[in-house]
């Protein structure tokens, strides 16, 4: 029988590498705020956001009556800072008052996308999918000029995440994990089809035993395949909405439009129709940004079995198999097809990591 293998983020993490959305926003604002720490003869600057000194501080420092070590104190620490944002402890002043114990270091947004998604981090106190908080603000944009500047936002979000993906990567290369070419010997031959959610190229360590490759939604550095970074879930009365708009600026980062751009899913496509096909879901959480295209492929006429792998934190610690397995059944319309396809909880395994 044929085998759809579906890799995801967690197929990378599970490799040690800082690729989720915490760590890629964790070293955006530690990069950016080190910028606004270079203590030169001008205002320090940044490109998505300044911080603006009070009159008083800046002017003892450029007349020397304030050290570049008392300045550096009074106008805070960035790990301190990146720490607070990273483990959600920061609080809502934050963002008007960069520093809660410093003086009045304004912080002003360039990137309004940016400034709005750490306010909505900052009120959960939660991580939040990037791309799923891009269509939400997508929902409240009405004028075509505040659409421009979403987007506009939001693609200096997706070069900072291609050029950190790439950066990480190179510069710790992923090791092979024995254990998952375990897995890979099992399941794959020459009628398997690994689709790769991700930008990266980890499974290029791996014996898939000729087994097809497609880089659904591009790869690092690509410009036969671009990387494609945006929302995914086309079957919303919401997105019915958009359209109805007939504006181009609100279909511009919508994944389904964007994969006409490569022939990644038309080769998919037709892999489906050739034969029946099982599941195998590796690192990949089934979420809404992906929802069009999973829907796609689980609901398929062909689809005759799904078997995810889960993630399980060392030493007994929590799983997610009940997100995950609530994730995979937002996928189908028709429920029983999903109690039909999908492989018992008790027959799941884990995803082996990294460290184990």
Known sequence: MSRIILIGNGFDLA????????????NLLKEETSQNFKFLESIPDSTLFNIVQTKELWSGYKNKTLSKDRYKIQMGDTTEFVDGIYNGIVHESVWTNLYEHNFNNDVKFKNIFLSNLLNEISKLEKWIDIEAFYFKKLLETKTEM??????????????????YLYREYNNNPPKKIQSIQNIFDTICNEQTLLVNFNYTTTETLYDLQNSKVIHIHGELKSTNNPIIFGYGDTTSENYKEIKSKNDIEYLKNIKFKRYNETGNYKELKEF????????????????????????????????SLITPYYHQEKEGGKNNKEELSSNILLNFQNEEHFSDKVESQNNWKPLPQVND
């Open 15 to 26: 490799h040690g590498l800082e690729t989720s959305y915490s760590e890629v926003l964790r």
């Open 146 to 163: 505040t659409m421009m500047k979403l987007n506009e936002d939001f693609k200096q979000i997706t070069d900072y995440l291609e050029e």
């Open 272 to 303: 489906m129709e050739l034969h029946p096909y099982e599941i195998f879901i590796m690192g990949h959480s089934c979420g809404i940004p992906d929802r069009t295209l999973l829907r796609t492929i689980l609901e398929h006429k062909n689809c």
